[in-house]
């Protein structure tokens, strides 16, 4: 099972994505692990995912995750415009391109 990590400000504004994107796993007999978190704690499960998200509105970030991956896994900036519309599907196909399952 694959395991997603979106990473945001407070955790409290991806959480409509994630639904979005484990209703859109459902659809297509997936059996995906997504969850959110604010960067401030993504460290603690970071050894546990497949790909960590990083919304848009801490892309600034994403240097300091890197670092926390260590080259790892993939750390990939959701697209703006998919991030605001909660376009759940169109995320997790790009997700699933980029670690396969």
Request: charged letters at 25%.
């Amino acid at each position: 099972m694959k395991n997603i990590l979106l990473v945001c400000a407070a955790g409290m504004s991806t959480s409509l994505l994630v639904n979005k994107m484990k209703a859109a796993a459902k659809d297509r007999g997936l059996e995906i692990e997504i969850n959110a978190l604010p960067v401030s704690e993504c460290s603690s499960v970071i050894d546990k995912v497949d790909i960590v998200l990083l919304g848009p509105q801490v892309r600034f970030q994403k240097p300091q995750v890197d670092a926390l991956v260590n080259g790892r896994i993939p750390v990939e900036v959701i697209d703006m415009r998919l991030y605001g519309t909660m376009n759940g599907k169109a995320i997790l196909e790009q997700v699933i391109e980029k670690i396969g399952e």
